[in-house]
């Protein structure tokens, strides 16, 4: 598992979507970690908001960015947890065409190197919406870190063997 020097690198155009009810981008630490990370490695941060813990506010920044053909992945930060204003992935649910249930999975594995058990909490997943990889993340810092650092930077560049999800995008809305 590593990245093939000899093949180029091909940018991935990215909507960086931050949950809160409390951030605005000033304060947005996680959404400023994931930003800085997605310019390092490479790609293109189109966009990058704050929503409202509401699933409709969600589902509209969803419907929106997966519509625009300038955006390739959509990465959320915040609401995947289990009180009752933690709504993203029901957001996910309302657009979604396939679940991509191993980045939840894995994401919870490698977090328990992190913090333990409480990894159960994280609702953290990924769909496939009519085209467009949509990741959710816990809005903390050391989650969007293990996020990044562990699954996503590997998984969103082209070159990264044996697979990567870059090399399904032309294939994502076949029939």
Known sequence: MAVDESLAFKPVRIALLTVSDTRTLAEDTSGDILAQRIEAAGHELVIREISHDDVNEIDAHLHRWIEDESIDCVICTGGTGLTGRDVTPEALDRVKSKDVPGFGELFRW??????????????????VARGTYIFALPGSNGAVKDGWDKILIHQLDSRYRPCNFVELMPRLRER
């Open 110 to 127: 490698l977090s328990y190197e992190t913090i333990g058990t409480s990894t159960i909490q994280s609702r953290a997943c990924a769909v």
